[in-house]
């Protein structure tokens, strides 16, 4: 694996190896041995949200690798292209896959969620199994009336107060209705650890391109979902907003290989609310079909 190391120079931060993917860096960690996993984060986020993930998956056999997204904490800020979508994001990922030179499980949540699925439609041969949780695939539910009123209240209530927020400066804001929305939970910011709410500001100059999903610029709907052709589980929160339920629910009918698990005592952030559930959920999905030694 062609690897670079780079010394982080933000006080409190030690120095981690990095990706070099043409000319972007993609700072990453990795814990132990055996087939790799790479774990993919979502918006407002970067490689410390998977620190409840990382020792379980090594403990169970498995290499478990999470990189930070372009310019997400701590990769030096690089302005995003002007075509950008998450096709470029997907590009990010098979090129840290080339340059890691194996195949891979991913392990997707929200926005990584979305990369995940790209990459697994795009590129089969670089995945073995794929697990997407609550992706924002909103272009999958235009053709159901119930589920497209979902959505459009969603980006009515949710997506444009952002953005307005955003252009307006008011990155705190902006953070607490993303926040509000996508959980479902009032006064969440304000309940938030300080370390989850500093993850979040180091990567708020991110948020406004990711939340210009449109099916102009990401167009996504069941004919790709049923390109996957790898092992996938799908996994939503019991609490969760409908609109992110609803999207797991249609994947679940596109995919193929697909089988669906929720995530009790949860909601859009499961990953922190149940992680023993999702971890082992995870983790059992992953060795389905190992041979006994």
């Known amino acids: 694996m062609k690897r670079k190391f780079g010394a982080l120079r933000k006080k409190g931060v030690n120095a981690l190896p990095f990706l070099a993917v043409g000319s972007t860096n993609f700072f990453f960690v990795e814990k132990g041995k055996g087939e790799l996993v790479v774990l993919i984060h979502g918006s407002l986020g970067d490689y410390r949200d998977w620190k409840r993930q990382m020792e379980p998956l090594s403990k169970s056999g498995f290499r478990a690798l999470t990189y930070s997204r372009r310019n997400h904490y701590p990769n030096p800020w690089k302005d995003y292209p002007l075509n950008y979508s998450l096709k470029t994001e997907r590009d ?44 924002p695939i909103f272009t999958l539910l235009r053709d159901a009336e119930e589920d497209r009123s ?89 609490s969760s907003p409908k609109v992110l339920q609803s999207i797991i629910v249609h994947l679940g009918k596109c995919i193929p290989k697909s089988k669906v698990e929720t995530i009790p005592r949860a909601s859009h952030g499961m990953i922190w609310d149940n992680s023993k559930f999702f971890n082992d959920k995870v983790v059992d999905f992953l060795r389905e079909g190992e041979k006994k030694v």
């Open 150 to 238: 979902f959505s459009d209240r969603f980006h009515e209530e949710v997506i444009e107060p952002v953005r307005k927020s955003l252009k307006e400066n008011n990155v705190e804001a902006a953070i607490k209705i993303f926040l509000e929305g996508i959980t479902g939970s009032k006064q969440i910011y304000e309940d938030l650890k300080p370390n989850y709410r500093n993850i979040m500001l180091d990567n708020a100059n991110t948020a406004l391109a990711e939340i210009e999903i449109t099916p102009d610029r990401d167009p996504f709907d069941c004919e790709d979902a049923s390109k996957i052709s790898a092992p996938t589980l799908l996994i939503k929160g019991i």
């Open 92 to 135: 990010d990922l098979v090129g840290i896959l080339q340059e890691l030179g194996e195949r891979a499980h991913l392990i997707g949540h929200s926005y990584g969620g979305y990369v995940a699925a790209l990459v697994a439609r795009d590129y089969p041969h670089l995945v073995k199994k794929v697990v997407i949780a609550e992706p």
